[in-house]
């Protein structure tokens, strides 16, 4: 399932976060991006197609990876920390 | 005494760095904003927490430069307003919007050097917006910064010394790579012996890359052409041409880049004047050896104005910062200023020779079919493109994005404007320049609704 391959920084600390409702472990230095896409290949959809993105540029320019927070918030997931605690979601939550 | 001067250098990379120091050591205080946690750039990133790599597992042949920089910057606030993390959105006259920890905090400047860098070029293909398929630069970003490859079987495509480079990295580092495939012909190459004179080190190192490549079993491959990606939820498969022969590989990513393209937003905002140059396809801010722009007091340094890499921006960046001590009346030492530019010519000369090895690719839009994706923000394809300069007659690249959002979207087209005046130029037929530029709009990135507004003199 996932997306990135984590080659180093392997043994850096845990940091917990939600991902998608279930609890999940980053590394300390993440970005969401790294935190989110060695778990899951998608950060979101496609404004109007729906269809999966994961980010493209991972420097902040395509603006192609905004996931978003349980909160509501939108955040650039290349260019955004992983902090603990985080509750991120790259699917939309089905309509009852 | 020292005049009262407060310059705005924008861009945390080589040429910033260099920038502020030189001012620093002038005794100014420069503000210093990057949008960045850590100073470097994008070439020299740093990681956000140290790790097991050492500077020569990150950085390669060039970690003494990196570790260089990132010490000089590291020992600069106590000399400089150093705003990490922060976005300079909006410039107007000499003030600058910048958006930092939730504010915004609009800031005087009485000098301004854009050191905005560069991103990958890009152009689309179909599937190009398929999870998997990462810029050159980003695969570079995720192994360096993050210690992560863009995928398990990955692919490398496009052109230009970054594709030899970070294929020849991620292998290095342990990742599997599938296949280098340079949308350049093999005979473009032969460029390449024209600049062992001028940087022999760079050459040899760059054959290096691509010798150990194959050596390893990397099949590298000319002339390539994609057709498509195949996959949906994510990559599975890229499918290519060469001489006419439509070959495929299975993989699960792939890093895509034709060279760089500046990041010239601000320097638009800040009322710069542009030129067409005909090398990089690409319209690009006018600058004089100095980097002094068509404004008085603005200037650009590094990649922000024309490609020409990490070297030739920390000279620029230093050379900017002489010409603002330069205007404000405190002459610079003049051998050094002679070395500066001295060098800088070498280096674009240089330059033009990696150009002509690693070519934008001829008419790779003319073959794209009609419902190719073109704007990844706004999702619109390249038919909608077509029939705007066909049924339309729409002739110029704004009336094209008035038209159909192309270029409207989230990323302001950094991701879409070069293929988006390729295609306006073939459908109308006129020629690339003639359709002109998209004009910066700020904000040049997203905010967020809540920014609260906050008069700050820095």
Request: hydrophobic share 45%; net charge neutral.
């Given at each position: 399932?996932?997306?990135?391959?984590?080659?180093?920084?392997?043994?850096?600390?845990?940091?917990?976060?939600?991902?998608?409702?279930?609890a999940?472990?980053g590394?300390?230095?993440?970005?969401?991006?790294?935190?989110?896409?060695?778990?899951?290949?998608?950060?979101?959809?496609?404004?109007?197609s729906?269809?999966?993105?994961a980010?493209?540029?991972?420097?902040?320019?395509c603006?192609?990876?905004?996931?978003?927070?349980?909160?509501?918030?939108?955040?650039?997931?290349?260019?955004?920390?992983?902090?603990?605690g985080m509750?991120?979601?790259?699917?939309?939550?089905?309509?009852? | 005494?020292?005049?009262?001067?407060r310059?705005?250098?924008?861009?945390?990379?080589?040429?910033?760095?260099?920038?502020?120091?030189?001012?620093?050591?002038?005794?100014?205080?420069?503000?210093l904003?990057?949008?960045?946690?850590?100073?470097?750039?994008?070439?020299?990133?740093?990681?956000?927490?140290?790790?097991?790599?050492s500077?020569?597992?990150?950085y390669g042949?060039?970690?003494?430069?990196?570790?260089?920089?990132?010490?000089?910057?590291?020992?600069l606030?106590?000399?400089?307003d150093?705003?990490?993390?922060a976005?300079?959105?909006?410039?107007?006259?000499?003030?600058?919007?910048?958006?930092?920890a939730?504010?915004?905090?609009r800031?005087?400047f009485?000098?301004?050097?854009?050191?905005?860098?560069?991103t990958?070029?890009?152009?689309?293909f179909?599937?190009?917006?398929?999870?998997?398929?990462?810029?050159?630069?980003g695969?570079?970003?995720?192994?360096?910064?993050?210690?992560?490859?863009?995928?398990?079987?990955?692919?490398?495509?496009?052109?230009?010394?970054?594709?030899?480079?970070?294929?020849?990295?991620?292998m290095?580092?342990?990742?599997?790579?599938?296949?280098?495939?340079?949308?350049?012909?093999?005979?473009?190459?032969?460029?390449?012996?024209?600049?062992?004179?001028?940087?022999?080190g760079?050459?040899?190192?760059?054959?290096?890359?691509?010798?150990?490549?194959?050596a390893?079993?990397?099949?590298?491959l000319?002339?390539?052409?994609?057709?498509r990606?195949?996959?949906?939820?994510?990559?599975?498969?890229?499918?290519?041409q060469?001489?006419?022969?439509?070959?495929?590989?299975?993989?699960?990513?792939?890093?895509?880049?034709?060279?760089?393209?500046?990041?010239?937003?601000?320097?638009?905002?800040?009322?710069?004047?542009?030129?067409?140059?005909?090398?990089?396809?690409?319209?690009?801010?006018?600058?004089?050896?100095?980097?002094?722009?068509?404004?008085?007091?603005?200037?650009?340094?590094?990649?922000?104005?024309?490609?020409?890499?990490?070297?030739?921006?920390?000279l620029?960046?230093e050379?900017?910062?002489?010409?603002?001590?330069?205007?404000?009346g405190?002459?610079?030492?003049p051998?050094?200023?002679?070395?500066l530019?001295?060098?800088?010519?070498?280096?674009?000369?240089?330059?033009?020779?990696?150009?002509s090895?690693f070519?934008?690719?001829?008419?790779?839009?003319?073959k794209?079919?009609?419902?190719?994706?073109?704007?990844?923000?706004?999702?619109?394809?390249?038919?909608e493109?077509?029939?705007?300069?066909?049924?339309?007659?729409?002739?110029?690249?704004?009336?094209?994005?008035?038209?159909?959002?192309?270029?409207?979207?989230?990323?302001?087209?950094?991701?879409?404007?070069?293929?988006?005046?390729?295609?306006?130029?073939?459908?109308?037929?006129?020629?690339?320049?003639?359709?002109?530029?998209?004009?910066?709009?700020?904000?040049?990135?997203?905010?967020?609704?809540?920014?609260a507004?906050?008069?700050?003199?820095?």
């Open positions: 399932m996932a997306l990135l391959k984590r080659l180093a920084r392997r043994d850096l600390p845990v940091i917990p976060f939600i991902l998608d409702g279930v999940c472990e590394r300390a230095g993440d970005t969401i991006m790294t935190a989110a896409l060695t778990l899951t290949d998608q950060l979101r959809r496609g404004d109007f729906g269809t999966p993105r980010g493209f540029c991972q420097m902040g320019a603006q192609d990876c905004w996931v978003l927070a349980a909160d509501g918030r939108r955040l650039r997931a290349c260019t955004t920390r992983l902090e603990p509750d991120l979601r790259t699917r939309p939550e089905k309509r009852s | 005494m020292t005049p009262l001067l310059p705005l250098i924008v861009g945390a990379g080589p040429a910033g760095i260099r920038a502020a120091e030189v001012l620093a050591n002038a005794g100014i205080r420069p503000l904003v990057d949008e960045a946690p850590l100073g470097g750039g994008q070439i020299y990133r740093q990681r956000l927490v140290a790790d097991e790599r500077p020569r597992d990150l042949s060039e970690a003494r430069k990196a570790t260089a920089l990132h010490e000089t910057i590291a020992a606030p106590d000399r400089v150093y705003w990490p993390q976005l300079v959105w909006n410039i107007g006259g000499n003030v600058a919007d910048i958006a930092v939730g504010h915004n905090r800031t005087d009485t000098h301004l050097i854009l050191a905005t860098g560069a990958d070029r890009v152009l689309p179909a599937g190009w917006t398929t999870p998997g398929v990462f810029s050159l630069g695969a570079q970003v995720a192994l360096k910064s993050q210690g992560c490859a863009i995928g398990e079987r990955v692919v490398f495509l496009g052109s230009g010394p970054l594709l030899y480079l970070v294929a020849w990295q991620y290095k580092a342990g990742a599997k790579v599938e296949a280098v495939l340079d949308t350049a012909p093999l005979s473009a190459k032969l460029n390449l012996l024209r600049g062992l004179a001028l940087q022999p760079v050459i040899l190192r760059g054959m290096r890359y691509a010798a150990e490549l194959v390893r079993g990397v099949p590298v000319y002339g390539v052409e994609p057709v990606v195949e996959g949906d939820a994510r990559v599975t498969a890229i499918v290519w060469e001489r006419g022969v439509e070959k495929r590989i299975a993989c699960d990513a792939i890093g895509f880049g034709l060279g760089l393209r500046s990041e010239t937003q601000l320097a638009d905002l800040a009322g710069c004047r542009f030129l067409f140059d005909t090398r990089d396809r690409a319209w690009r801010p006018e600058r004089d050896a100095a980097g002094r722009t068509s404004v008085a007091r603005v200037y650009i340094a590094g990649d922000g104005a024309g490609i020409a890499g990490a070297d030739a921006a920390e620029g960046g050379r900017a910062g002489l010409a603002v001590l330069e205007d404000a405190l002459p610079p030492d051998s050094r200023v002679r070395d530019e001295q060098k800088s010519a070498a280096l674009e000369r240089f330059r033009s020779i990696l150009e090895a070519p934008f690719p001829d008419g790779w839009t003319d794209l079919a009609d419902d190719v994706v073109l704007c990844r923000c706004e999702e619109i394809a390249v038919g493109a077509r029939l705007a300069a066909g049924t339309m007659g729409v002739v110029e690249i704004n009336r094209l994005k008035a038209l159909t959002r192309i270029g409207m979207g989230r990323c302001q087209g950094r991701m879409c404007g070069t293929s988006a005046a390729e295609v306006l130029a073939a459908s109308c037929g006129r020629s690339l320049d003639a359709v002109g530029r998209l004009r910066a709009q700020a904000p040049v990135k997203p905010l967020p609704l809540d920014l507004a906050e008069e700050v003199a820095a």
